[in-house]
């Protein structure tokens, strides 16, 4: 076809179609509109000249998507052509040899670094001889294409009780109202208790400012210490109330007295079974503190959960309600304001509990114990030289 010629192209049913759907679509980019309408045009018999002038575009460009269309007719012949593009300044081995490097401590490369950041990454790379130089934000670009964040680290701990599954596994059914392979009764109850130690009254050499526009609450670095206190709760896992006492410190006689407020009151007092889960801590450890519980209150059953493993115990969940909402940022100008402060925080907070969905269960923990028996046995993986 000559390119002055007024031709037509001919076009099939379905391609017609697709032409005016792609023009009437509203998220179509308009140079593929404008190239759809150009091969319409000469489809209706439009000479070039016409329909350079009717869409705003130079003889030229209708001449080359007339051809493309004409050479592979179809939408796929709008679309531009594959492009070189500017040359790669970096190879694949370096991009793969500089995510390597993010994959291994510092301490590999005898380096007197904690972490990996971008800048200290790229900065490594040009010493070890990877590239001759390189930006933190190229490294950036390359870690977020396999999301590696080496900045970025999380705390964990062994599986260190040798009674582990079994101790865990008791108080998880617990949770779910099972105890020995029966249901609890109506009249049974499960508390979760623990301290909270040492809660600081931190009194601000100069008062607090109110947050305002575009500022943050401010407050003031230096402070002097007015004492502490310790804050020692029981939780009610299926009715989620709080039961919280403060005392001077822990042991055994504050832990009792907790549990005398508790106890000593309905409808724990005259419940059939009412199980006390507890940490390890010094104040209810071991076989003696059962039966010490047990000699006090006959429906009392103290359950321990495993060494290590405070984060089974739901009353952590309170406290760290507690620290975010009542406590932080700590300005108190004596320890009376601390007392005071959790008290009422405690009332409040039982006016609306609800119970905590709790959704750690035994499959879960058979799945925990699973994966770190496999890890276990792993075969070491050998440090960068």
Known sequence: MSTTSTDRITLTGSHRRALTRLT???RSEQRLVIRAKIVLAAAEGLSVAATARSLRVCEDTVRKWRRRWCAAPGLA??????????????TAVQVARVKAIACTLPADAWLPLARWSCPELARHA?????????????????????????????????????????????????YDRQWKGQP????????????????QARCRCHPTLAPGASRAMRVNHDY??????????????????????????????????????????????????????????????????IHRLAQQYPNAVMVHTPVNASWLNQIEIYFSIVQRKALSPNDFTDIDQVIARLASFETRYNR???????????????????RLDNHKHSPAQPRAA
């Open 24 to 26: 009437r679509a509203a």
């Open 77 to 90: 012949s709008l679309v531009d052509a594959p492009r070189s593009g500017w040359p790669a300044t970096f």
């Open 126 to 174: 040009v010493a070890a001889g990877v590239c001759a130089s390189i930006s933190p934000a190229t490294v950036r670009r390359w870690l977020s294409q396999d999301a590696l964040k080496p900045w970025q680290y999380r705390s964990w701990i062994f599986v260190t009780d040798p009674g582990f599954p079994a101790k865990a596994a008791r108080v998880l059914d617990l």
């Open 184 to 199: 609890l009764g109506p009249n049974d109850y499960v508390v979760s208790a623990d301290e909270k130690t040492s809660i």
């Open 224 to 289: 002097d210490r007015a004492g502490a206190v310790a804050y020692l709760a029981a939780y009610d896992v299926h009715r989620g109330q709080v039961f919280g006492r403060c005392e001077d410190s822990t042991g055994i006689e504050p832990f009792s007295r907790l549990v005398a407020q508790v106890m000593e009151h309905e409808p724990y007092k005259s419940a059939d079974r009412v199980f006390w889960i507890v940490d390890n801590g010094s104040s209810h450890r071991g076989q003696a503190a």
């Open 352 to 370: 609306t509990a609800r119970p905590f969905k709790w959704k750690f269960t035994t499959a879960d923990l058979d799945d925990l114990l699973t």
